[in-house]
């Protein structure tokens, strides 16, 4: 499977995706602007309460090409974060008071300067939580990735892993044959040097996020589901499980639309609008830095190259922390993924 | 074409409300309360109304519970289970009439 951008596909451009999403408004849902929804709860315009986290995307290179990817990334997508521009989040996070740096791509590990910019920000504070947004099977993909977990708990890092289901059918439906058995092997590997295992301060968080056309379910009751069969299945420990919906932009996006899901599914959303999870949405306390520097109000804002509304401060290298605590946070209709139901964050469910 | 079920119906559910509001509301209501977690779990709950409608074989509730169940979590092997927890149902209540056939069966027979 090629990437969108690769197949030139017309969603691989954002201008395009951004029509769609305002375009294809579901019937009966004319009223339903994301920005007038905000309205309706006096939360717009979106206001940052605080930037307490960095989150970093590494570059679009990735060993797996998954069917739901808002980044489209995979292994024919050359666009990477430079050694300058890692430079220039370093001195962000020393000059600011940046609580959590979040390392996503891609696979943030295909990125020779990788272990580099990992040691180089514990350099600059102990105490800051270090994410790493691991895909899992990128530990056994190559020999030369194999000590990640070992060089994760040297460098005190929080993992994050996509594992969408416990069996291998609907993990491999959606991010490619064999997938699931390497990520058990990596989860493996991962709890044999402590990630997961109480008592260790090693932590080793799953990611679920739905095989398709519907919504999450409850965070608990799946954690708790999630836990038995693991244990109970392969011997696997691991700490929190993050169910993310998915947001209707790139990859689900087209594969939305190619299902004849997509209507129905923006419906569900629309209808599933929460107001406790629209005031707790992680733009207002993270700011997301793409590969070439730029920043966005979140990942996703990322991907449709909506850069953050902040004069004289859109570029890392500019970073300007009173335009950018001030700025107005850009929402378009895809916003709706992560108000629905229990809400949706990089971090989980948010209400 | 005109047929009986339309699935876009079943988003008019709540309509029924509009011909008797007062039946519909305490209906709704207890709708709402049964399917919480209780001494059962919304997903055990959720596998359960799979399951019944298949049985009853609702149209309208087998699109609204395949995609419940998978929202609860649920992967299509334990839908697959629970609908034959139904069908086993139904089969053995056909059979377990064969009795009543049997002893009419031996009573008419020399």
Redesign the interface.
Known sequence: MKSLKAQQSKLSNSTYELEVLEANTPTGFEETAFSQKLRGINLYPLKPTQIEILQINMGKMCNQVCKHCHVDAGPDRKEIMTQDVMQHCLDVIRQHDVKTVDLTGGAPEMNPNFRWFVTEIRKISQSVNIIVRCNLTIIVANPKYNDLPEFFKEHQIEVVSSLP?F?A??TDSQRGDGVFDKSIRALEMLNAVGYGVEGSGLTLNLV?N?S?A?????QD??EL?FKKRLKNGYNLVFNSLYTITNLPISRFLDYLINSGNYEAYMEKLISAFNPVAAANVMCRNTISVGWDGYLFDCDFNQMLDLKVAAEGSQHIADWNQAALTNREIIVKQHCYGCTAGAGSSCGGATS | MKTYYNPEDLKKFGKIGDFQKPLADKFFDYYGEVFKEGALTAREKSLIALAVAHAIQCPYCIDAYTTDTMEKGCDEEQMMEAVHVAAAIRGGASLVHATQMMNKANELSM
């Open positions: 289901y069996t059918n609907k679920y739905p398709g519907f919504m999450p379910a409850a009751a799946l589901e």
